[in-house]
């Protein structure tokens, strides 16, 4: 099956910790997005965000430096794989520049959910950690 990738970034006026335990945090992770989430915030913890639209598992972590989650949504074909998402946050001089890599997206849908990550992530984070 064909899929699609890409890759943006943005900066947050946070420091690398304090993006790290918003995004693997239920309190944290609802806060910043404005929509309920449920976080287990371990290696192999589950997750849902945006009431349960979006979910998956992590399963790489490096505290406040990198994640790496599996993603899907209810959009995804059921043939579909999980697509993967890697989080790597890094020191910047305005806070913490974030850079997102999502990969295995079904064919088609990476444009939807590239303008996704700004508008209900990037965007309201931005609003949370001002």
Request: hydrophobic content about 30%; cysteine-free.
């Given at each position: 099956m064909s899929t699609d990738n890409f890759k943006i970034s943005t900066t947050m006026p946070a420091t690398m910790e304090q993006?790290?335990?918003?995004?693997?945090?239920?309190?944290?992770?609802?806060?910043?997005?404005?929509?309920?989430?449920?976080v287990n915030p371990i290696v192999g913890g589950e997750f849902k965000a945006w009431d349960g639209y979006i979910w998956g598992e992590t399963l790489e972590m490096d505290p406040?430096?990198?994640?790496?989650?599996?993603?899907?949504?209810?959009?995804?074909?059921?043939?579909?794989?999980?697509?993967?998402?890697?989080?790597?946050?890094e020191e910047a001089e305005s806070g913490t520049k974030i850079t997102l890599s999502h990969t295995q997206i079904p064919k088609g849908q990476a444009d939807s959910?590239?303008?996704?990550?700004?508008?209900?992530?990037?965007?309201?984070?931005?609003?949370?950690?001002?």
């Open positions: 993006v790290f335990k918003a995004w693997l945090s239920s309190e944290g992770h609802t806060l910043m997005t404005g929509s309920k989430a449920e406040s430096q990198r994640i790496v989650q599996t993603w899907r949504t209810t959009e995804f074909p059921e043939s579909s794989p999980d697509s993967k998402i890697e989080i790597v946050l959910y590239k303008q996704g990550w700004e508008d209900h992530y990037f965007t309201p984070m931005r609003e949370y950690f001002k």
